[in-house]
């Protein structure tokens, strides 16, 4: 350590504004606020998307579509993907928790799974849903299909 490298500790210098102690701060009077409007008083909280008076953009925009309650979000895995695992790891069984174990889907997601890609393999697959092409190749090779 050399005397140019030594600085005073942390908080020891530099005090924050003290802000509405009188004149003799410095910061008296209308403590930094301005004089007049909402601002300069107490318990004022803009809301959301003001824009000072002007009309707002979430009004100015128009409104359109339709935003369905209801709808199920599914996470799609491919036949190549479910290939490529089974070839990796040698697992003809694959459910909903094989896929968490290798990290292709998370817990809170419903699986589907899709008929893109060639199955070469005898799989008895467990998932939330599946296409029509993707129990068509599964089942051509003997293997199962089961919903949860």
């Keep these: 350590m050399k005397l140019h490298e030594l ?34 008083r107490a318990g004022y909280s ?12 979430q009004r100015r925009l128009p409104k359109y579509g ?15 993907v479910l290939q ?9 069984a694959i459910s909903v928790d094989t896929l968490i174990e290798h990290g292709l889907v998370t817990k809170k997601d419903l699986v589907k799974v899709l008929g893109n890609g060639e199955l070469t393999v005898k799989l008895d697959v ?7 092409s993707a129990i068509a190749k599964i089942e051509a090779l003997q293997g199962t299909t089961s919903i949860l």
Excluded at 66 to 80: D, G, M, Q, T
Excluded at 84 to 92: C, M, V
Aim: proline fraction near 4%.
């Design 66 to 80: 339709f935003n369905n309650p209801n709808r199920v979000e599914y996470k799609a895995i491919n036949l190549s």
């Design 84 to 92: 490529a695992l089974s070839e990796k790891t040698g697992i003809n």
């Design 7 to 40: 600085k005073p500790a942390a908080g020891a210098t530099k005090r924050e504004k003290r802000i509405g102690r009188g004149e003799g701060s410095g910061h008296g009077g209308t403590s930094t606020r301005g004089m007049n409007g909402a601002k300069s």
């Design 126 to 132: 467990t998932a939330h849903a599946f296409s029509k």
């Design 46 to 57: 803009r809301k959301i998307g003001f824009e000072g008076g002007q009309m707002p953009i």
